[in-house]
């Protein structure tokens, strides 16, 4: 598991070992894998170009002692001091000692660079570059490899913001812990590769947002055993579809299928659509509370303005089971009706349709992921998936670390993908996941379900084929 820390748990951590260590000897710990990652990237050093942008933080320590290692190998480097009083005496010495130089044409050096260290901003930035940073950092992305020190200077390594203008790197080199920001959009794009170097940090026990690797998902995948049946497997009742909308019915069964349920219950206007393509779907014409034993509910895919829209969703909301509410089910929720509910509930909200729970505009969403996704669990008192860029799971209650999807290609933007991860995570709760396990297992499978339907070099995919390459995701984890 990916494990990302708050600034302040992790310079607490630094303190705690620096204490126990000789003066310095943290930072040329963080130098020296710096130096690596950059020797890696460039192939051959000597004789390479290299840049350091230098802030007046540790960072442009870092970056000044990792610059003196290159130069001792033969790269030619060379430093903009973007604040010269403040730079790191003893990186400056090093540097120079090494043979590195300072710039005295920033933007041409920059221009003529094969690879641009970022050490201008430490994790403690807040707020975009200074004129003069961005003009070079621009410049920097142009022109050659740009490596971060710690995380991009300019992105807010708490929240993944990003106000105002912040440096692209094609790879971060973090030291000791992931940082919540290179793990979050709209931050976690311009961090580029990420690459962790272990300084000898305790890890911490507050953990901020956490990221599922293979194994993490491989071990909550419900497995039927010898004496399974149909009902001991899940079942799961959908309530999706319409005149208009009929398709976003057959999605959502697709993914229930496909996500292990051992039977799906369809309730809705879609009937003829979905036995067509899943004749092996139960079907009822209604209402959900008459259609038979579920042990978990989806309701909203495709519900449009249906009449007795509203009454499926309250009744499904009444129901003792876990229960999914996604797209046009959401349009009916107050946090009243959902505190009342005993058993777990899941939303699955897109950023709009998150604003409109927030009553804000779609771009503060966006622009703040990590806060929204934990303000609307916290205010309606349920897990909330909140798809995107960089899908996030909140659990309501405080302290429990958000977890990050880091599976998924831009290509799952397709109509009908949602529908399909509705049905996929609502099989996940009737298999007995808790919500927040069965939102993050889910987007994990969908999202290797859509790159491995895009294929190796990326192709438009359509939902359906997303939920027919389940089946393969769900191998290729527990393999």
Same mark, same amino acid.
């Given at each position: 598991m990916r494990t990302a820390y708050s600034v302040e748990t992790v310079r607490a951590a630094e303190q705690e070992l620096m204490a126990r260590l000789p003066d310095g000897a943290l930072m040329q710990r963080a130098a020296a894998g710096l130096a690596v990652a950059c020797?890696?990237?460039?192939?051959?050093?000597?004789?390479?170009?290299?840049?350091l942008l230098v802030g007046s933080g540790d960072n442009g320590g870092d970056a000044l002692y990792a610059g003196a290692r290159l130069a001792r190998r033969g790269a030619g480097v060379s430093a903009v001091l973007l604040a010269p009083e403040r730079a790191h005496a003893g990186g400056l010495a090093a540097l120079r000692a090494a043979g590195g130089r300072i710039a005295t044409d920033p933007l041409r050096a920059v221009e003529r660079a094969d690879l641009v260290l970022d050490g201008i901003v430490g994790i403690g930035g807040r707020g975009g570059l200074r004129p003069e940073a961005a003009r070079l950092a621009r410049a920097a992305w142009d022109h050659a490899t740009v490596v971060a020190v710690d995380l991009p200077s300019g992105v807010d390594a708490d929240t993944g913001e990003v106000h105002g203008d912040a440096v692209w790197a094609d790879v971060t080199v973090t030291f000791g812990a992931y940082k919540p920001g290179l793990l979050i959009d709209p931050a976690r794009e311009r961090a580029g590769a990420l690459r962790l170097v272990d300084i000898g940090?305790?890890?911490?026990?507050?953990?901020?947002?956490?990221?599922?690797?293979h194994a993490d998902v491989a071990e909550l995948l419900p497995r039927p055993a010898a004496e399974s049946d149909k009902y001991r497997r899940g079942v799961v009742g959908v309530v999706?579809?319409? +005149?208009?909308?009929?398709?976003? &019915? /057959? =999605?959502?069964?697709?993914?229930?299928?496909?996500?292990?349920?051992?039977?799906?219950r369809y309730v809705g206007p879609a009937t003829d659509a979905v036995l067509a393509r899943f004749p092996e779907t139960l079907v009822h014409a209604g209402p959900p509370g008459k259609a038979g034993r579920v042990q978990s509910w989806v309701v909203g895919p495709g519900?449009?303005?249906?009449?007795? +829209?509203?009454?499926?969703?309250? &009744? /499904? =909301?009444d129901a003792d089971v876990p229960v999914l509410v996604d797209a046009d089910g959401l349009r009916f929720l107050t946090p009243d009706r959902l505190r009342r509910r005993a058993a777990g509930t899941l939303l699955t909200p897109h950023a709009g349709e998150a604003a409109a729970l927030l009553a804000r505009g779609r771009e503060e969403v966006e622009a703040a992921r990590l806060g929204s996704v934990r303000e609307v669990a916290a205010r309606y008192g349920a897990t909330v998936l909140l798809k995107g860029s960089t899908t996030l799971v909140a659990d309501p209650?405080?302290?429990?670390?958000v977890r990050v999807n880091p599976t998924g290609t831009g290509w799952l933007a397709t109509a009908g993908s949602g529908d399909v991860l509705s049905g996929?995570?609502?099989a996940l709760l009737a298999a007995g996941?808790?919500?927040?396990?069965?939102?993050?297992?889910?987007?994990y499978l969908h999202g290797l379900a859509g790159r491995l339907a895009a294929g190796p070099h990326g192709?438009?995919?359509?939902?359906?084929?997303?939920?027919?390459?389940?089946g393969e995701a769900w191998a290729n984890v527990c393999s």
């Open positions: 020797a890696e990237l460039l192939g051959r050093v000597y004789g390479s170009r290299v840049v940090l305790t890890p911490p026990e507050s953990a901020e947002v956490t990221a599922l690797q999706a579809g319409s +005149a208009r909308y009929p398709g976003a &019915a /057959v =999605l959502a069964v697709a993914g229930a299928l496909r996500g292990g349920a051992g039977a799906v519900l449009g303005d249906e009449p007795g +829209a509203l009454d499926d969703v309250l &009744a /499904v =909301l209650a405080p302290g429990v670390p996929l995570t609502g996941l808790a919500p927040r396990d069965a939102g993050s297992v889910g987007a192709q438009p995919i359509a939902a359906s084929e997303v939920a027919g390459a389940l």
